[in-house]
Nanobody, 120 residues
Framework: QVQLVESGGGLVQAGGSLRLSCAASGITFSIFAMSWYRQAPGKERELVATITSIGGITNYADSVKGLFTMSRDNVKKTVYLQINNVKFEDTAVYYC?????????????WGQGTQVTVSS
């Protein structure tokens, strides 16, 4: 059974920092590309950051470049999202995604999400 479990969300003051974690089980973690998405109230889910399976190359949405850092630990089967200088617009549910391309098909797995709320 595949599970992605996010943690680390909560209430944080604007300008502060936090680190989200996503622990995976039930998959060969190292071969999956991993991503963080977020969904703010009343908005569509958006891609925030991605890290490749090979080489750990990261890509970020323009809105978070320089503020968010994504990393992965293949031994712990965990990805992280470091969020610095949080802003009110970072308030959202953050979701972890694992993706693998298999014979022209995409396997997608999602976590249940973790809420991040930014306060003044």
């Amino acid at each position: 059974q595949v599970q992605l479990v996010e943690s680390g969300g909560g209430l944080v003051q604007a300008g502060g920092s936090l680190r989200l974690s996503c622990a995976a089980s039930g998959i060969t973690f190292s071969i999956f590309a991993m991503s963080w998405y977020r969904q703010a109230p009343g908005k569509e889910r958006e891609l925030v950051a991605t890290i490749t399976s090979i080489g750990g190359i990261t890509n970020y949405a323009d809105s978070v470049k320089g503020l968010f850092t994504m990393s992965r630990d293949n031994v712990k089967k965990t990805v992280y999202l470091q969020i610095n200088n949080v802003k009110f617009e970072d308030t959202a549910v953050y979701y972890c995604n694992a993706r693998l391309g298999v014979f022209a098909r995409l396997l997608d797995f999602w976590g249940q999400g973790t809420q991040v709320t930014v306060s003044s």
